[in-house]
């Protein structure tokens, strides 16, 4: 059975939410007698607060890309570009007699089921800012993040954009990129690229590494420090094996362009100093069985 005490407490229940609905309700019931210089009052105070929040996103930013990184100056007066609106639409709701505390209390709720409702839009928006948070990466690097390659053009609250070598424009979650493996070409500067080599056995090893080393030394974009390295890796099954590796700029055009003038170095180099570079090849030999008698033909 119910007692008395626990009735009260029910009958307190359901009318405090009916208080609160009504309060809710007359929220959003602005005063009588409007006039239509209240509505354009608050209309003008919303814009207001509109251009004054792009104005100042600009003037932050302009002036704390001075002092730091680019995308933590974009973050910073982004958020300073969300207060003022957000502001704008209090002073808004204030000049047409809205309850502000209970508009807010009743955007919280609201704010609940949309957060369910738009949970992909919300992660990558705090991946966002994470993000520029931790700045793994800023404008003009190139990168390579969940398989895709190219230069970071544009970090938003949502998404990553980049630009590949292709010519193409990809646009990542930053819910996918906070996630994912991130190869970052530029922040230290240089790139090491490995090329591996096989020559044929017999060949004298020392003359072939001296050649490796000369060829790839010859190449234009090849950096002297540190200096290239041409390393014995192995007896392979048609060759003896060698890797050469060596270092150059960063950018992926860089990496493409000395990689393939590093391989036509090499090829002429070898083919000049006599060296062959073999090519697989399987030797099957074909016998008559010992017990087999030969044909008399």
Avoid: C
């Avoid at 990466?137 to 590949?164: K, M, N, P, W």
């Avoid at 996918?176 to 080599?197: F, H, K, P, Q």
Wanted: no cysteine; charged share 20%; hydrophobic share 45%.
């Amino acid at each position: 059975m119910v007692g008395n005490d626990d009735l009260m407490m029910i009958l307190r229940a359901e009318q405090d939410t009916e208080t609160d609905t009504e309060a809710i309700a007359r929220a959003f019931q602005p005063d009588e007698g409007l006039t239509a210089w209240d509505w354009g009052q608050a209309g003008i105070t919303f814009l207001v607060a509109v251009i004054l929040s792009r104005v100042l996103k600009w003037l932050v930013e302009r002036t704390l890309r001075k002092r730091m990184d680019a995308a933590l100056a974009v973050l910073i007066g982004r958020l300073v570009g969300y207060v003022v609106i957000l502001i704008g639409v209090v002073y808004t709701f204030e000049s047409l007699g809205l309850d502000v505390g209970v508009v807010l209390g009743a955007l919280g709720i609201f704010g609940i089921a949309l957060a369910f409702a738009f949970q992909d839009i919300l992660q990558n928006f705090i991946a966002g800012i994470l993000l520029q948070m931790k700045r793994p990466f800023t404008y003009g690097d190139q990168v390579e993040i969940d398989g895709h390659e190219g230069t970071i053009r544009a970090i938003d609250s949502r998404l990553v954009t980049i630009d590949t070598p292709d010519g193409e424009t990809v646009m990542i979650p930053s819910a996918t990129v906070i996630a994912a493996d991130i190869n970052n070409y530029t922040t230290l500067g240089g790139r090491r690229t490995s090329l591996e080599v096989g020559v044929a056995y017999g060949t004298d090893l020392a003359l072939t590494r001296e050649v490796l080393d000369g060829a790839v030394t010859s190449v234009d974009g090849v950096r002297d420090v540190p200096d290239p390295e041409v390393l014995f890796t192995g007896f392979g099954d048609s060759s003896i094996d060698f890797v050469v590796r060596y270092w150059h700029e960063p950018s992926i055009a860089t990496f493409w362009r000395t990689r393939s003038e590093v391989g036509l170095a090499i090829d002429l180099a070898l083919a000049d100093a006599g060296i062959t570079i073999p090519f697989p090849q399987r030797t099957l030999h074909w016998g008559t069985p010992p017990d087999a008698e030969p044909d008399d033909d």
